[in-house]
T-cell receptor
Framework: DQQVKQNSPSLSVQEGRISILNCDYT??????FLWYKKYPAEGPTFLISISSIKDKNEDGRFTVFLNKSAKHLSLHIVPSQPGDSAVYFC???????????WGAGTKLIIKP | NAGVMQNPRHLVRRRGQEARLRCSPM?????VYWYRQLPEEGLKFMVY????????ESGMPKERFSAEFPKEGPSILRIQQVVRGDSAAYFC?????????????FGPGTRLLVL
């Protein structure tokens, strides 16, 4: 029973364009969402997060949007750069629970 | 300021042997989490520890797996009598203290291969 789903295993985007990574969840008790980036042979690196009381959080080139009614969030990267090529994981937390529930990841490839 | 350290980075074991994975949290961090990642899947929570205490081991298999975080030294994830299905990447994360929301910082992982 996957509570956090990333339905696109991979995504290819031209350098300079916008990358949009999607994530869906089923548990309405989740109230905090995070995006992590992972390079091969390295651990995940925290990118950006959003609380369920917000619908948008922005940090430089990265913006996360949350649609609670649709149980959907997305990560926008603009403009996309070659160094953004990595696997992106969406993770969720339930209030008062430290466990991160992870999606399977989306491999982002930025083409020159 | 060193990040989360894990060693070994790669570990090969034969079926039936023991695997010991070590994790040194970031300086000032007293909370450690272990996650396992199988190929093509996301990370799965295994166990959460504070110094000398196991807080939550609900994600850890009941048999063969154990974890500790002693007063001195790294956290250890121990897998006894390994089987092929234990082959995975094991990630350790740490956070400074458990407040409402603390970002978990991850180590580079240990890739365990069971032959």
């Amino acid at each position: 029973d996957q509570q956090v789903k990333q339905n696109s295993p991979s995504l290819s985007v031209q350098e300079g364009r916008i990358s949009i990574l999607n994530c869906d969840y089923t548990n309405s008790m989740f109230d905090y969402f995070l995006w992590y980036k992972k390079y091969p042979a390295e651990g995940p690196t925290f990118l950006i997060s959003i609380s369920s009381i917000k619908d948008k959080n922005e940090d430089g080139r990265f913006t996360v949007f949350l649609n609670k009614s649709a149980k959907h969030l997305s990560l926008h990267i603009v403009p996309s750069q070659p160094g953004d090529s990595a696997v992106y994981f969406c993770a969720a937390q339930q209030d008062s629970n430290y466990q991160l529930i992870w999606g399977a990841g989306t491999k982002l490839i930025i083409k020159p | 300021n060193a990040g989360v350290m894990q060693n070994p980075r790669h570990l090969v074991r034969r079926r039936g042997q023991e695997a010991r994975l070590r994790c040194s949290p970031m300086k000032g961090h007293s909370h450690v989490y272990w996650y396992r990642q199988l190929p093509e899947e996301g990370l799965k929570f295994m166990v959460y520890l504070q110094k000398e205490n196991i807080i939550d081991e609900s994600g850890m298999p009941k048999e063969r797996f154990s974890a500790e975080f002693p007063k001195e030294g790294p956290s250890i994830l121990r897998i006894q009598q390994v089987v092929r299905g234990d082959s995975a990447a094991y990630f350790c994360a740490s956070s400074p203290q458990r407040t409402e929301r603390e970002t978990q910082y991850f180590g580079p992982g240990t890739r365990l291969l069971v032959l």
